[in-house]
């Protein structure tokens, strides 16, 4: 079992102003800025997961607490693999979360013009060239990190050359690889990001947004500073793999002739235990069949956790609690568990559901009569108020409280034994019916009418409570029980992607009938077992289909 308080305890030393980027951007502010403006930049090669959700609470909640702004921008400026179906779920998913980009929705490709104009003014300074090596000799020259890299030998070509030959690439006179254009930084730097690199290349590919126009496409160390440069961004928040790129991304600002100087900060990556972030392990999960597309409510997704049944509001409180530091780790996905229930155990009404059936036959009340009783909605949530349930001579209550012979401290039912059935009547078992192979088939009780409510009579005292349906009414529907997606050698790269074989289980619910109009909005605790609610994508007016979104406790088996 999972220890929630030590995860908690291990987030709540982050509080609103104390993480290092306040620091930043304190000092900052202190000094010559007088705005702060951020930017969350998706890529729209896949949609948006947990991980990008701790970024756009950092940039956006970082620009609410300065008074500043956060931009929406999508870095599309790689053909290949976006598409504009990510950038309406990106769009969709950011809004969910909560955030308002206002007017400032931005993709990189509407600057490409920029981007090719700042490129042709660094051949005019000599800072850029045309470079013929391929791909394999480019890896030769450039060195290694004990080894200096050295000069290709195309540096020296002349501005009049490099110019004719910049835009003979763009015009699409040479085939994909054949030639890029090259920063003339320092081939003996020990930053090897530093070394001559590629900020152009060919690419005969349709854009998204731009079709066929550009046949180069610009490199991303080159076009993300300028991006941030040309919007007025003050602080580029970005995820440690870039440290390395920083002074690349300074260069390129310093030398793009664009008057702001943004600031790159850079903070760990969200990890979470049993379950893979990357986009590309996502997409082959979902390429390959493994997961009932991008929003299986198994998938650590936005769309996922969304149709599972998370709320925003429990997801902006797990990026809070998780802090922001610079040493990766993984967070345990228990903690994830708690700020759902966390959000829910006040909001949700608590009725009542039973998944596996037994049969309980009251033999002393009334044939075919139906009552309604009252029941709370949540006891911890007087403002949620009650609701009435039927009851009848025959209900469902779980096989699990039943034993027809107790072990010790059973405090449920069991022959001769008395419980309550919660908001009906304290019942008491007579005897059991069994089939030809001696399996219980129902079981036989006496209840006592002076015990309406739930309520003892005479001060006699039951041990143990019970959820019920009422048999007649109640609905059957599907309920769909999750258990973390993967296995724990998840991030192997090499491994295979082993999906939790038991991370869905179907199982049938019997459900008091007031969900019967729910929403795909509503949430309800199933008393004694979780918080569910309607699979947007599955669920029909003829087949209900819930989703657990999380058990009561962390019972879950997290395999490590
Ligand atoms: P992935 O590796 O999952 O494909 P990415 O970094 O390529 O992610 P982008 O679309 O480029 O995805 O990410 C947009 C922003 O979200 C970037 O600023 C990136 O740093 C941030 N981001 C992505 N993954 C995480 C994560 N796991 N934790 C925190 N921030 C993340
Ligand atoms: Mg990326």
Same mark, same amino acid.
């Given at each position: ?8 305890? #291990? ?18 502010l202190g000094e010559n ?11 729209p090669n896949g949609y948006? *997961?947990?991980?990008?959700?701790? #970024? ?63 490129? @042709? ?8 060239? @045309?470079?013929?090596?391929?791909? =394999? ?44 254009? %090259? ?23 349709? *854009?998204?947004?731009? /079709?066929? +126009? ?20 003050? *602080? ?72 599972? /049944? ?71 949530? =007087? ?5 009435? @349930? ?7 209550i779980e096989q699990e ?20 059935? +919660? ?7 007579? #005897?059991?019916?069994?089939? =030809? ?15 309406? /409510? ?61 969900? =019967? *109009?729910?929403?795909?909005?509503? %949430? ?25 979104? @999380? ?10």
């Amino acid at each position: 079992m999972a220890d929630e308080k030590l995860n908690m305890a #291990s987030g709540s030393d982050l509080s609103a102003t104390g993480n290092f980027i306040h620091n930043y951007i304190q000092e900052d502010l202190g000094e010559n800025l007088s705005r702060i403006n951020t930017r969350f930049p998706p890529e729209p090669n896949g949609y948006l *997961h947990i991980g990008h959700a701790k #970024s756009i609470c950092l940039n956006f909640g970082l620009a609410k607490l300065y008074g500043g702004k956060c931009n929406l921008r999508f870095d599309d400026t790689n053909p290949s693999k976006e598409d504009t179906e990510y950038v309406e779920s990106i769009e969709e998913d950011v809004k969910w979360l909560g955030f308002d980009w206002e007017d400032r929705l931005y993709f990189a490709s509407s600057y490409f013009d920029k981007f090719y104009e700042i490129a @042709v003014k660094l051949i005019k300074e000599g800072k850029a060239f @045309v470079c013929d090596l391929n791909a =394999e000799e480019m890896r030769e020259y450039r060195g290694t990190l004990s080894t200096p890299g050295k000069n290709s030998p195309y540096r020296d070509r002349s501005v009049e050359e490099n110019l004719d030959l910049f835009e003979r690439m763009k015009n699409g006179e040479f085939p994909d690889g054949a030639r890029t254009l %090259r920063a003339k930084i320092d081939m003996a730097s020990p930053n090897i990001n530093m070394r001559d690199p590629v900020i152009y290349r060919i690419a005969h590919a349709s *854009h998204h947004a731009t /079709g066929d +126009k550009w046949c180069i496409y610009p490199m991303y160390d080159f076009a993300h500073p300028l991006e941030d440069a040309i919007e007025g961004i003050t *602080h580029s928040i970005c995820t440690m793999e870039f440290e390395d790129h920083r002074p690349l991304y300074d260069w390129v600002v310093d030398n793009s002739g664009l008057p702001a100087k943004p600031r790159q900060i850079e903070f760990a990556r969200l990890g979470l235990t049993n379950t893979v972030m990357s986009k590309r392990y996502l997409r082959a999960l979902v390429e390959d069949g493994k997961v009932d597309g991008w929003d299986d409510p198994r998938m650590p997704t936005i769309c996922g956790l969304r149709r599972r /049944g998370y709320t925003p509001e429990s997801i902006r409180d797990f990026c809070d609690r998780i802090g922001v530091s610079k040493a990766n780790s993984k967070v345990d996905s228990a903690l994830l568990d708690y700020c759902i229930r966390d959000d829910l155990k006040e909001k949700a009404s608590v009725v009542m559901a039973v998944l596996d059936p037994l049969k309980v036959i009251i033999d002393n009340y009334p044939e075919g009569q139906i009552e309604m009783l009252e029941v709370e909605n949540n006891p911890e949530n =007087e403002s949620l108020g009650s609701r009435m @349930v039927p009851f009848s001579k025959e209900i469902y209550i779980e096989q699990e409280d039943f034993m027809e012979e107790p072990v010790k401290k059973f405090f449920r039912l069991a022959p001769d034994k008395e419980v309550r059935l +919660k908001g009906a009547y304290f019942i008491k078992c007579v #005897s059991v019916d069994k089939d =030809e192979n001696g399996n219980i088939t129902a079981v036989h009780c006496t209840y006592d009418p002076e015990s309406k /409510g739930g309520n003892s009579p005479d001060g006699r005292k039951v041990k143990g409570t019970l959820h019920w349906v009422n048999a007649s009414t109640a609905i059957e529907a599907e309920a769909r029980l999750y258990d973390y997606m993967m296995l724990d050698n998840a991030d192997d790269p090499d491994g295979e992607m082993i999906v939790n074989p038991e991370s869905l289980i179907i199982k049938t619910a019997y459900i008091e009938p007031s969900v =019967e *109009h729910a929403t795909i909005d509503d %949430r309800f605790q199933f008393m004694r077992n979780g918080y569910y609610c309607i699979d947007r994508k599955l669920s029909k007016p003829e087949k209900m289909v819930f989703n657990r979104i @999380v058990s009561l406790k962390s019972s879950f088996k997290v395999t490590k």
